[in-house]
């Protein structure tokens, strides 16, 4: 058994208009650290696209993790009933940790005493959001939410995995609605209008996150 190993969550898609809302939880030691970080992990924010796929793949070859795959529709349905992001992102990093915990106590890296192991998380909101939304495996664990915690190398990795989860999503999204969906939230008007000129609501909530303001513009006759 393992004990010097702590989980990194980090989440891609939320500001993002289309696609899903993806969120990766990753378990790294400090020697999987050392090899991620000579592999050049870094946040996802300061790696290309093609950098992204190319280190989720070895990340998810060296290091045990899970990814929570939120897509629009499941998505907008959770958003109308929670009412808020921050709740939803939540529920999300929860999720993640919950199951990344149990695939560690099944592959005998842990004993099932989580307490000794420690999640670091980006801070998005209140504190309590990510605990309160833990269940009893993940009440456990000692969680640390800090500004910039992608500087931890765990969580960097997260961030890696979320991102290419997103892209990979937007990628099948766009296979699916049939128009290529663009990242971002500002570029994105034109080619919302034309999926809902070509299926309407149910067609744009299948592909689009409904609840941003740029709906508004999009459905406006």
Known sequence: MKT???IGT???GKGDYFGPLVV???WADEEMEAILRDQGVKDSKRASDNVCRKLSREIQRLCPCEIVRIYPTKYNELIARMRNLNHLLGWGHARAIESL???LEEQGITDGKEHAITVISDQFGDESIIQNALMKRGQ????????KAESETAVAAASILARAAF???LETL???CGFPLPKGASAVIDTGKRIYA???EELLKSVAKWHFKTTKSVVKS
């Open 198 to 200: 070509k299926g309407g």
């Open 24 to 26: 990766a939880a990753v």
């Open 10 to 12: 980090d989440e891609a």
């Open 101 to 103: 915990l149990a695939k």
């Open 167 to 169: 892209l990979n999503g």
């Open 4 to 6: 010097n190993g702590r």
């Open 140 to 147: 456990k664990v000692q969680l640390i939410q800090k500004h």
């Open 174 to 176: 766009s296979k699916d």
